[in-house]
T-cell receptor
Framework: SQKIEQNSEALNIQEGKTATLTCNYTNYSPAYLQWYRQDPGRGPVFLLLIRENEKEKRKERLKVTFDTTLKQSLFHITASQPADSATYLCAPEGGGSYIPTFGRGTSLIVHP | DTAVSQTPKYLVTQMGNDKSIKCEQNLGHDTMYWYKQDSKKFLKIMFSYNNKELIINETVPNRFSPKSPDKAHLNLHINSLELGDSAVYFC???????????FGPGTRLTVT
């Protein structure tokens, strides 16, 4: 069955450093992958979408890579700020349904 | 203007009751979704409608019934509520199935 894995432990980094979050998936080949941010008590907010024929996508301080051979996506936040502290959800397309399936998310904590 | 709205924000009720959660989007999107986020923060899709037609119906007890009176609305009715139904329910919409999703603020349901 399809499986999505994100680091279950919180990622703690110092302000100004680059945060790198990992999303691994198994047993299928998604046509695209999305990343969302979720703050406590709020709904997820869309950040970036990358398609299977794209290697990298950027938006301001955010960068996403998509390695279909490794079945992995990396999400980078450069020059991180305390305001970037949140849970980040990986959401690969659900194997033919064209609808994303969400991972459990990784909590990022940026320390001033 | 709120893009995706849900009512109520909080819902406390007793086991065995029937309740409804309403969702409206003013984005002109064709596809709407219901998700359940449990205490472990896992966001699981329940239903998806495209142009008022049910396209995704995950393994959800038939006590849960979605209703889409028009493209802008997707309501969730739950019969005979159980303790295990306690969770946060999110409504979302997207232009089409493979596009980014816009989430509502969530409805925290507590069954006592």
């Amino acid at each position: 069955s399809q499986k999505i894995e994100q680091n279950s432990e919180a990622l703690n980094i110092q302000e100004g450093k680059t945060a790198t979050l990992t999303c691994n998936y198994t047993n299928y080949s998604p046509a695209y992958l999305q990343w969302y941010r979720q703050d406590p008590g709020r709904g997820p907010v869309f950040l970036l979408l990358i398609r299977e024929n794209e290697k990298e996508k950027r938006k301001e301080r955010l960068k996403v890579t998509f390695d279909t051979t490794l079945k992995q996506s990396l999400f980078h936040i450069t020059a991180s700020q305390p305001a970037d502290s949140a849970t980040y959800l990986c959401a690969p397309e659900g194997g033919g349904s064209y609808i994303p399936t969400f991972g459990r998310g990784t909590s990022l904590i940026v320390h001033p | 203007d709120t893009a995706v709205s849900q009512t109520p924000k909080y819902l406390v009720t007793q086991m065995g009751n029937d309740k409804s959660i309403k969702c409206e989007q003013n984005l002109g999107h064709d596809t709407m979704y219901w998700y359940k986020q449990d205490s472990k923060k896992f966001l699981k899709i329940m239903f998806s409608y495209n142009n008022k037609e049910l396209i995704i119906n995950e393994t959800v007890p038939n006590r849960f019934s979605p209703k889409s009176p028009d493209k802008a609305h997707l309501n969730l009715h739950i019969n005979s509520l159980e303790l295990g139904d306690s969770a946060v329910y999110f409504c979302a919409s997207s232009l089409e199935r493979s596009y980014e999703q816009y989430f509502g603020p969530g409805t925290r349901l507590t069954v006592t």
